[in-house]
């Protein structure tokens, strides 16, 4: 019965090292892992400065004692659906049936909310954490004003909740909305 202990892309600051919320996830994320040495670990890592953030992520967990065998990286993600879709290759490499889900706490039930419906056959268990401080991140978008969108949203407490809130809502669009792409997508290769 493989688990999967799964940290969200929380981005780099704009100093490039990780942010407080980046550094907390790897904590709770390495604790999870101490608790079962049997389970692997999925590094998420955003845009084209996702060695930076790999590595410094990587260095919080070794430091932990985590197994550097047992962890992946879903590389150059740039959005949750991007960031699923490419943890799905892991999963289906090791065969995992559970995976636990590390998430901020007002991204936790929206994280959870795209992770069951594409994993709905596998068991997912969210552990949450507070993050101590927030933090504007390097979200290098080509698009700018996503990119200061995605920047600002991490800077506050109220901008963060209230970006959470509304893609709580928007999140079933999204589901939607990308599982029409996938078919359309599987129809044009058969």
């Known amino acids: 019965m493989p688990t999967l202990i799964f940290k969200p892309s929380y981005c780099l600051s704009l100093r490039r090292r990780l942010t407080p919320m980046s550094q907390r996830s790897a904590i709770v994320a390495g604790s999870q892992y101490i608790a079962d ?3 692997y670990v999925a590094i998420s890592c955003a845009y084209r400065t996702w060695m930076i953030e790999e590595d410094q992520t990587l260095s919080v967990l070794r430091g932990m004692g985590v197994n550097p065998r047992h ?5 150059e993600v740039t959005d949750s659906m991007d960031e699923i879709a ?3 290759q892991i999963v289906e490499s090791l065969g995992i049936d559970e995976i636990i889900l590390v998430a ?3 991204h936790a039930k929206r994280a959870a909310m795209i992770l069951r419906a594409e994993f709905f056959e596998i068991q997912i268990k969210v552990v949450a954490f507070r993050t101590p401080k927030f933090e504007r991140t390097l979200e290098p978008h080509p698009n700018p004003i996503l990119r200061f969108v995605k920047s ?10 209230l970006w959470n809130l509304l893609f709580q809502k928007l999140t079933p ?3 939607k909305r990308h599982e029409l792409k996938e078919r359309k997508e599987l129809l044009q290769i058969l």
């Open 37 to 39: 040495t049997t389970a």
């Open 71 to 75: 962890v992946h990286t879903v590389r």
């Open 86 to 88: 490419k943890l799905r």
């Open 104 to 106: 901020e706490e007002w």
């Open 152 to 161: 600002a949203r991490t800077g506050t407490w109220p901008t963060w909740v």
């Open 173 to 175: 669009w999204m589901i």
